[in-house]
């Protein structure tokens, strides 16, 4: 008899992230709610990631009797090896097209849950099956004593859900706020932060995309009028071209596109690290994640923004995609050189995509919009 596959799976993406595990782990073993499984997809750490993994949580022993009783009560927690750093996209795909859990848990390393946060999560879900992502009250962790990797729990709030404003800059709601009961209700969001967010599988499945191919006439690009679809095990979830940094955006906004509703519950509570800069200071962070996030954010608009949302908000994205660049002109020049560069190297790219999920979106542009005019 074939063993049923648990409701909900955990994923993680590491890629040197021992410090953050044993905090983590140690929370979702903790969870009230238990019929989870756990997968942790490596990008090529080089640090001791999986061994700290496979020496706390898994039998020091190979034989089965004392995998079975090492494993008794305990979800399954499974590891897939990449050899290098694919990327957090690509990493979290690997792991939706291998689960079948109804509902998928996307987790940093650097978050620690409370208890109950699953079972909030889960009774919210269970209420409406419109529901695509459901997140909980993510509050900041700050280091303790360095030393012996203490970490405190803080009550400033990291996130209560993305929001999105006319300039088309996507923020965590509530961010560097004290926590005073604020953002106590439960309530429809613009989307969920990828730090910490439960998909429906059902959702995940109605909006994912065909891998869509570059082609050349000479050294022209050409937008082919369809996708190429490949085996369904290529679909895209997260947008593999993103690499890292606002593909979690980038999944929201469609999810809205065709429907789907995301919802913040308040009583379900976890903590974050947060290794970047606060939205106030985000340019402040490396070259490398500056230029992902200049450049992701421009293939974010081409991807999902109507043109009359565009033309609806035009000042506002004009002054806010300004600044941005005389940011980067007077301090990092080369990050806002090669970001253009990157941006319209797979331009064409993105067209053909954002034909593909217009073409599907179910929402009138005017439901949209009314997002940016909140």
Not at 51 to 57: A, L, R
Not at 62 to 85: A, C, H
Not at 185 to 195: D, H, W
Not at 246 to 258: G, T
């Amino acid at each position: 008899m074939n063993k049923v596959a648990p409701k909900v799976c955990i994923q993680i993406v590491t890629w040197n992230s021992q410090q953050f595990l044993k905090d983590c782990l140690d929370s979702i073993f903790n969870q009230t709610y238990k019929n989870f499984s756990i997968l942790v997809i490596d990008n090529g750490s080089k640090d001791e990631t999986i061994k700290f993994i496979k020496e706390n949580y898994f039998p020091k022993h190979g034989s089965m009797e004392i995998y079975k009783e090492f494993r008794q009560n305990k979800p399954d927690l499974f590891i897939i090896q990449n050899k290098k750093n694919v990327g957090f996209s690509k990493a979290h795909n690997q792991g939706l097209a291998i689960s079948q859990a109804d509902f998928v848990l996307v987790m940093n390393p650097d978050v620690i849950l409370e208890p109950d946060f699953l079972e909030k999560l889960i009774e919210a879900a269970e209420k409406d099956d419109k529901i695509s992502s459901l997140g909980g009250k993510i509050l900041k962790l700050k280091w303790g004593d360095a030393e012996i990797g203490e970490k405190l729990k803080t009550n400033i709030l990291d996130s209560t859900g993305l929001k999105i404003l006319r300039s088309g800059q996507v923020i965590d709601r509530g961010e560097g706020e004290t926590d005073n009961g604020q953002h106590d209700n439960q309530e429809e969001v613009f989307g969920i932060s990828g730090a910490c967010v439960l998909y429906r599988r059902a959702a995940l499945e109605d909006i994912k995309i065909p891998v869509i191919r570059n082609s050349y006439i000479g050294n022209k690009f050409v937008i082919r009028s369809r996708a190429i679809r490949q085996p369904a095990e290529s679909d895209e979830y997260f947008d593999e071209d993103f690499f890292a940094y606002k593909e979690d955006i980038d999944l929201a906004w469609r999810l809205q596109l065709f429907g789907w509703q995301s919802v913040y519950v308040p009583t379900a509570k976890a903590y974050h690290f947060r290794s970047g800069a606060p939205a106030s200071l985000r340019f402040s962070q490396s070259r490398w994640v500056n230029f992902l996030s200049f450049r992701n954010h421009l293939w974010l608009f081409v991807k999902n923004m109507h043109w009359q949302i565009f033309w609806r908000n035009f000042w506002f994205i004009l002054w806010h995609q300004s600044l941005k660049k005389l940011y980067l002109l007077f301090t990092q020049p080369g990050i806002l050189l090669k970001g253009k560069l990157s941006f319209l190297q797979k331009f064409s790219k993105m067209l053909a995509k954002r034909k593909y999920i217009l073409s599907q979106s179910k929402l009138n542009w005017r439901v949209i919009n009314k997002w940016m005019d909140n």
